[in-house]
């Protein structure tokens, strides 16, 4: 019994010791196979790269027999900070790279594939098909698709309210109900108040509601306008009155001369796709075979499958073979671009009579492309996101997409908002308050004095005068009315 269970320990510490040498022998595997990794990218580091691009300014540009551009020097710090030389050449065909119907890719995809290059420095759009045959590291730049406009055809619809553009549509709402609280206590204090309206039995309200709208009207146009108020309390709702017009029209001629001056006062008409897609006199295509003609071809969206249904529709006329020759139709026709975001808001940074819309959809990025598998793509990318977290990538970005338009109103001009004007709208409404109060105190005054005189309470008497102001007073104010020839 005693040498079976000897025997029973050996065997289970025999496979103990096997299993730890083939774990063993695994660690040391992985660790031998990620050394072989890093010693191979140190190797094709070290050696030296060949790097395709495609003339697109600012990226990439000739100046004479040298590139310049974001990519060239973005390229130029990746080596300084990777160790790695690399040589740069322009893509043959001139061509960011589409696959045909054969499932052969052209520009710099394809070149990538064929290993004609080790990698492709571009603007080279990050999509799933691309993908499929290359990888890409990190986006160094991020963007979408937008709408490149003309300006002189992109506020056409609007330039009849261009008058309502100085005040936003917050401060119009509180201007009108401002104007209409106001009359309502003049109204009020009109009929409240005795010295406003002596006899409310024989004489007739000065104050009604339509003279009341009648006055406010015409003190917010400076013009003026009767009755005259009488009474303390009427004096301190129309001088609250004078004094917020008085503001009030400053700041829109001020802001309107701002928004005249500006050159930024065209805001576009179409600003989003569904504006693009109602409207009928301009024109809209994109660059053939395109990541963004393959964004509208692929879309499930329905303004985005008919925007593609459209162009296909229009095909021969509406795309272009290059994106200077979409900018030079936006120029000269009533014809709007879509692409990428970034390269349009290079082309509005020189060309101060286009806009870009508001809108951007489709949000992709621009990566450097190499064959799959790469062991380049690891380093690449965490040295992308370093150059991002140190504000690099931001700093070349403003380097060359330094705008050439003039900075004068660059800072922009927006609708004077009601917050802005808070101030003035507290001192209207603390003015109404108060007019209102004195009208009750001239009442009270008179009620006690008519008590007083009749031997009559307050109380009694102050009923009695405001019924006679609200519902005798209007009563024989209307039959007043009627028996006048």
């Not at 963007?143 to 992109?154: P, V, W």
């Not at 690449?380 to 931001?394: A, P």
């Amino acid at each position: 019994m005693a040498k079976a269970f000897r025997l029973l320990v050996c065997m289970a510490a025999i496979l103990l010791l096997k299993e730890s040498s083939s774990a063993g022998a695994q660690e040391s595997q992985a660790v031998i196979d990620e050394a072989d990794k890093n010693e191979r990218t140190k190797r094709q580091s070290q050696q030296t790269l060949t790097v395709t691009t495609i003339l697109e300014r600012p990226f990439a540009m000739s100046n004479d027999l040298e590139l310049e551009g974001y990519c060239i020097d973005l390229l130029s710090k990746l080596s300084e900070k990777l160790g790695f030389k690399y040589q740069m050449a322009v893509v043959k065909d001139g061509r960011y790279g589409m696959r045909d119907s054969d499932g052969n890719w052209n520009g710099m995809v394809g070149e990538v594939i064929r290993k004609e290059a080790d990698l492709a420095v571009a603007p080279l759009t990050i999509t799933s098909v691309r993908e499929q045959a290359i990888s890409f590291t990190k986006p160094f730049i991020q963007t979408g698709i937008s709408i490149l406009l003309k300006r002189d055809t992109t506020a056409e619809g609007h330039l009849f309210f261009h008058f309502l553009n100085p005040f936003s549509k917050e401060t119009w709402v509180s201007i009108v109900i401002a104007y209409l609280v106001t009359c309502i206590c003049l109204f009020l204090v009109g009929r409240l108040s005795p010295v406003e309206w002596k006899e409310p039995q024989s004489e007739k309200n000065k104050f009604t509601f339509l003279n009341s709208l009648w006055f406010g009207a015409g003190a917010l146009t400076l013009q003026g306008a009767e009755p005259h108020p009488k009474a303390l309390s009427a004096r301190i709702i129309a001088t609250v009155w004078w004094i917020f017009t008085i503001v009030l029209l400053a700041a829109y001629i001020a802001n309107f001369a701002a928004f005249l001056n500006s050159e930024n006062n065209q805001m576009p008409a179409i600003q989003t796709f569904d504006d693009l897609v109602k409207q009928k006199s301009i024109e809209f295509g994109t660059l053939n075979g395109s990541s963004t003609y393959n964004f509208f071809k692929n879309s499930k969206h329905p303004t985005f499958q008919m925007i593609y249904e459209h162009m296909e529709k229009r095909k021969d006329y509406v795309y272009v073979k290059t994106f200077e020759e979409g900018v030079q139709r936006v120029k000269e026709s009533k014809y709007a671009l879509l692409g990428e975001s970034v390269m349009q808001d290079l082309v509005v940074a020189k060309h101060c009579d286009l806009i870009r819309a508001p809108e951007i959809v489709g949000a992709r990025g621009y990566g450097i492309a190499a064959v799959q598998d790469s062991p380049l793509i690891n380093n690449l990318s965490v040295e992308v996101l370093v150059l991002s977290e140190s504000g690099y990538l931001d700093y070349l970005y403003k380097k060359w997409w330094q705008s050439s338009c003039s900075e004068k109103g660059s800072a922009g001009w927006v609708p004077l908002q009601a917050q802005t004007l808070g101030g003035i709208f507290l001192l209207l409404a603390i003015g109404l308050v108060l007019g209102v109060i004195v009208s009750l105190i001239e009442l009270v005054n008179k009620a006690r004095q008519s008590a007083g005189q009749q031997n009559k309470s307050c109380c009694s008497t102050l009923s009695e005068e405001l019924g006679h102001r609200f519902k005798g007073g209007t009563e024989r104010q209307e039959d007043t009315e009627k028996v006048q020839p």
